[in-house]
């Protein structure tokens, strides 16, 4: 009998330890992950006699403001509201896009944009309508106002629409051309909007192994059109190089003859204005089959030259699908230098290089 009375007691006081286990996990789990304003946050509230703040979540934002003493009473909704960066600049930021008009859902969005958006904010009044553009890689919030014209007049999709503006299809060609200085980038944009500075001359060039007119490209270009030749030869195409370098005085000629011949209008959908030209850059360079008759290139060269002068560094710049956006009728014979790397990125994405540049090489 006593032995059953001490069994039993025995399972009740593991039933009471177990019951005091749960017990704790309960409660570690309701409050061990509660949080609390900090010491200065709440002397500050005290002080202040900042009421209600108790009946709110926990606002790491709120506290961050309070101790960082650029607290004012007359943002105390929206601080409880915007959720905190872990930005050295946010308090700063935070109040001044506040002092500019934004709501707290406003600036919890102007937070997913990239730091160069951020910035630009604050140097602009408010800006409406810019929420639905959140997460776009490439928007540019100087471009707002464009986007929004262009998505009006035009049946594009947002994320469309930003690469189109912001490669500037929303202006008639030859608009408002910004001058580069390529300083030895591979990746440099030059056509229709961007262009070279009269003496611009690049550095390094050589003569091409297979030019007997002295044609010439970057040594690095140089060298992978080469290994372009070689490969075309090894599958059965035979090409050469007709011109690659053109100095801005060429070019000038060149463009002023086909005005003289077609008029400017035409001369336009076939040749750069100097400056505009990739061939000032030393990266690109003009094929030619010798044995096709009446024609640069057969189709046999073209399909050849489209599908892998990226394994060697060079992109078919200017294609027929690709003309609204270049500016530039088919040119299969065009090619541009940009390394092997870029080169498959951008021939796998199936993009202009417009396009490519823009989404994923320049920074907004």
């Known amino acids: 009998m006593k032995k059953r009375k001490l069994k039993t007691s025995v399972y009740i006081f593991i039933i009471l330890i177990l019951v005091i286990i749960l017990c704790c996990i309960f409660i570690f789990k309701s409050t061990g992950s509660k949080k609390y304003y900090s010491k200065e946050a709440i002397n500050y509230i005290k002080k202040e006699n900042i009421k209600n703040i ?18 004012n009473a007359s943002y105390l909704d929206e601080y409880l509201n915007i959720t905190y960066q872990d930005q050295t600049d946010f308090i700063s930021k935070l109040n001044n896009y506040l002092s500019i008009g934004y709501s707290a859902n406003e600036i919890n969005n102007i937070f997913k944009l990239s730091l160069k958006n951020q910035d630009k904010l604050l140097s602009l009044s ?104 070689e490969g075309a030869k090894n599958a059965g195409i035979t090409l ?56 640069r290139l057969d189709d046999k060269d073209y399909e050849w ?20 956006i270049t500016g530039y009728m088919e040119e299969p014979w065009h090619i541009r230098y940009l390394g092997i790397d870029l080169a498959t990125k ?17 920074e907004y």
């Open 54 to 71: 108790y009946q709110y979540d926990y606002s790491k934002t709120l506290d961050e403001v309070i101790k960082s003493n650029n607290f």
């Open 126 to 229: 408010k800006q409406n309508d810019f929420i639905k553009y959140v997460g776009i890689k490439n928007f540019n919030i100087n471009n707002l106002d464009r986007y929004n014209k262009y998505l009006e007049e035009n049946n594009k999709d947002i994320q469309t629409t930003v690469t189109y503006v912001n490669i500037n299809l929303d202006k008639e060609f030859y608009t408002d051309s910004i001058e580069i200085n390529p300083d030895d980038d591979l990746t440099v944009i030059v056509n229709k909007y961007h262009h070279l500075a009269k003496d611009y001359v690049p550095k390094d060039m050589v003569v091409l192994f297979d030019s007997n007119r002295g044609a010439k490209m970057i040594k690095e270009a140089a060298d992978a059109y080469k290994d372009f030749i």
């Open 240 to 295: 050469e190089s007709t011109t690659a370098y053109r100095s801005y005085s060429y070019q000038n000629t060149l463009y002023t003859n086909y005005v003289n011949e077609d008029g400017k209008e035409k001369a336009d959908t076939y040749s750069a204005r100097p400056g505009s030209s990739e061939h000032q850059l030393g990266l690109a360079v003009d094929l030619n089959d010798p044995n096709v008759s009446g024609s």
């Open 346 to 362: 951008v021939y796998n994405s199936k993009l202009t290089y417009e396009e490519y540049y823009d989404l994923y090489i320049a």
């Open 305 to 324: 030259i489209l599908n892998n002068s990226y394994k060697y560094g060079f992109i078919v710049r200017y294609t027929k699908d690709n003309e609204p």
